[in-house]
């Protein structure tokens, strides 16, 4: 069977007589993020993940033992972490990543080198299927995050005189690692977050796929040589490392963000420090343990890809700290704010990409085969927790009704159930505070004059699951409308002219993504152009969501501004200095100026 272990002990460690591992005090201590686990009941077992962690105090769910309803072999787990190190004797050995315990179920196995128990509070992970514990995830505090920073920036030092085609191979074999755990690690996914098994295993194939990018990348960044206007003169530009790049990621994307990060940081020479969602701690310590191998495989210090699992204070130290040459925050717009004036306060480097509140419009011209299955999938996919997810559809008036019959027959097809169930395409919401806000949009929704055509309750099963929902009679200024709701709500809006459309589309704070459905080429070009659609993301006749990695991924206004994965988002992860040399005997001086 396929595995992850999450979390095991140093070979020449001990086990107690009650299962429970007990590291002897060595520079390899190990580490991970799960402090109580068990199994939890789960209607249909995930494929190819079975969670063996150890349990020091087996609860009542014991009987659940019994059941041998497995969810995927995670691991044996005895100390997980949430701040990830190195290799032995290496710069970056003893990085924190937090500590787990449990029960074995099997021999231990490798520690993740370098890491130490965390010392920071215990929280909990669920499964949004069931809302039954995962696991007990013990965080990094402020002493570990102190810690793993001093131990990447003597990382970086190492990382960075390795040459860039030299630096993209390691980031190949990071690329076949992840391949080789595909299954499993998008299993995790669904288990951890939420979204559907297809979508887990997608999320990871983003990442591989951006390895593949960033390998020929490697061999391909650089300035220009420009002609100098000096006689003896070479104009060049360099472009170096910014040195330790932060990366703070969302729950809804627990390995794509940081892989988009990761993978191209990398290959341009800097050393990456991962904080992800408390909620995710399980997919950040599986994925930093598939990296740290190959590190150390390569005898290379593991801590130039860090780990910090924690809540807020770590994110506050991240955007307050100078060390930190360049942080990627990916979040709300609330709290992106927040970090980009604590970076912006320090004279620092973000890269932010916040909301969306994405629309599709659909023109007379529209082909109605390419609408339905396109509005559906933007709309619904992984719950309407994508930040390009579509939460508005403009339809012209003359085909408004058509439309929305052909929609809400739609939904009413979409097959709900478990995660990891191949046969689902709609899973849960990811939290039972996110079943809240879906409630209070929809009912806000109808005291502003809204129809729910389709939807808008909670599905009466276990987990955090509500019904894919379709709003109509809403103006396309209503408060709710501009607001930007984290679920599987579609406000469906008519519209009369190509300017007020476009113009609608461009009203809200956010400019992530943008779509329009049309045959018209004058229409498409007006669309791309200058008094067109103002988002970082400007489709025409196909979803608002599913970007591939070889653009510039971002948006503009409330969304941020930044720009990641494909195209020249390189630039971002470095610094460039405009050099002149003089390998003349003169020194004439530029724009002809005669200092004598």
Known sequence: MDRI??????????SS??????????????????TRAWLCPLATPPPSIQILIDIDEVPSQSSLLEKKQSVGRLGTAHRPSCAAGAGRGRPGQGARLGSVRGARSGPARGPLKGARPGRGQVVTTYCPANNEPIASVRQGNLEDYEETVKKAKEAWKVWADIPAPKRGEIVRQIGDALRQKIKVLGSLVSLEMG???????????????????AVGLSRMIGGPILPSERPGHALIEQWNPVGLVGVITAFNFPVAVYGWNSAIAMICGNACLWKGAPTTSLVSVAVTKIIAKVLEDNKLPGAICSLVCGGADIGTAMA????????????STKVGKQVALMVQERFGRSLLELGGNNAIIVFEDADLNLVIPSALFAAVGTAGQRCTTARRLFLHESIHDEVVAKLAKAYAQVRIGDPWD??????????????????????????????????????????NY???????????????????????????LKFKEEEEVFAWNNEVKQGLSSSIFTKDLGRIFRWLGPKGSDCGIVNVNIPTSGAEIGGA???????????????DSWKLYMRRSTCTINYSKDLPLAQGIKFQ
């Open 195 to 213: 979204k559907i098994f297809v979508e887990g295993v997608g999320e990871v194939q983003e990442y591989v796929d951006v390895c593949d990018y």
């Open 466 to 492: 509500v019904e894919p929902t379709i709003v109509t009679g809403l103006p396309h200024n209503a408060p709710i409308v501009h607001t930007e709701t984290f679920a599987p709500i579609l406000y469906v």
């Open 5 to 14: 272990d999450l979390v095991t002990c140093t070979e020449n460690s001990s």
């Open 553 to 567: 991924f971002g948006g503009e206004k409330h969304t941020g501004g930044g720009r990641e994965s494909g195209s």
């Open 422 to 463: 191949s046969d689902t395409l709609y899973g849960p919401l990811h939290t039972k505070e996110a079943v809240k806000m879906f409630l209070d949009a929809v009912e806000q929704a109808k005291q502003q004059g809204g129809s729910v055509v389709c939807g808008g309750k909670v599905i009466n099963r276990p987990g």
């Open 17 to 34: 007589s009650n299962g429970t591992c007990h590291s002897p005090v060595s520079s390899t201590c190990c580490l991970a993020p799960v």
């Open 320 to 331: 307050r700290d100078e060390r930190m040459d360049l942080l990627s925050f990916t979040g």
